[in-house]
């Protein structure tokens, strides 16, 4: 058994379980784009041109567009602010490692943030600050299961380019 199942929730209520699950993957994604230089964050497989930089650029931005603008009503923060739509697919081959690295890092700790104070306000049925299209406005529980979805897509894409690597493969982060 490795470290990322000795910190998962097993028995804990339904936010606790989502929230560890959240945090599991997580560490698995870390895992998969860990201690890369440059050249193999831009590197890429196949036909795609993602790279494993980019994926922790965008999941640096889908931390703070669902957890602090959706969740939380507040506003999305640099670099996003002034940043043109889908440009951490374009603009992460320019960012070194650490600041890769580093914007990841923060954003997954705002967003941490973010949900310990909404907990503070409720539960799981907490409404975000921000309604769909269609109206309806998802709560905190919905949220946290819309970025389980985001982090198990693209921990399969890091998956993939991370085996292209170097060869690393595994299932999750080791102890």
Same mark, same amino acid.
């Given at each position: 058994?490795?470290?990322?199942?000795?910190?998962?929730?097993?028995?804990?209520?339904?936010?606790?379980?989502?929230?560890? /699950?959240?945090?599991?993957?997580?560490? /698995?994604?870390?895992?998969?784009?860990?201690?890369?230089?440059?050249?193999?964050?831009?590197?890429? /497989?196949?036909?795609? /041109?993602?790279?494993?930089?980019?994926?922790?650029?965008?999941?640096?931005?889908? @931390?703070?567009?669902?957890?602090?603008?959706?969740?939380?009503? +507040?506003?999305?923060?640099?670099? %996003?602010?002034?940043? @043109?739509?889908?440009?951490?697919?374009?603009?992460?081959?320019?960012?070194?490692?650490? @600041?890769?690295?580093?914007?990841?890092?923060?954003?997954?700790?705002?967003?941490?943030?973010?949900?310990?104070?909404?907990?503070? +306000?409720?539960?799981?049925?907490?409404?975000?600050?921000?309604? %769909?299209?269609?109206?309806?406005?998802?709560?905190?529980?919905?949220?946290?299961?819309?970025?389980?979805? @985001?982090?198990?897509?693209?921990?399969?894409?890091?998956?993939?380019?991370?085996?292209?690597?170097?060869?690393?493969?595994? +299932?999750?982060?080791?102890?």
């Amino acid at each position: 058994m490795t470290d990322s199942y000795a910190t998962v929730v097993v028995d804990g209520d339904e936010i606790a379980t989502l929230l560890s /699950t959240l945090d599991r993957i997580r560490r /698995t994604f870390a895992w998969k784009c860990g201690g890369l230089d440059a050249d193999q964050l831009r590197a890429t /497989t196949a036909a795609s /041109t993602m790279t494993l930089g980019g994926l922790l650029k965008h999941l640096a931005f889908v @931390e703070a567009e669902w957890f602090a603008v959706r969740l939380r009503g +507040e506003p999305i923060g640099p670099p %996003w602010d002034t940043a @043109e739509p889908d440009t951490e697919w374009q603009t992460a081959a320019g960012d070194s490692p650490s @600041e890769l690295y580093a914007l990841w890092d923060a954003a997954v700790a705002r967003s941490r943030a973010m949900v310990a104070a909404a907990l503070a +306000e409720g539960d799981g049925g907490l409404p975000g600050a921000v309604s %769909w299209p269609d109206g309806r406005t998802p709560n905190l529980r919905r949220i946290i299961v819309d970025m389980l979805e @985001e982090y198990a897509r693209h921990t399969g894409h890091a998956d993939l380019l991370r085996e292209a690597v170097d060869g690393l493969v595994g +299932e999750d982060a080791p102890a």
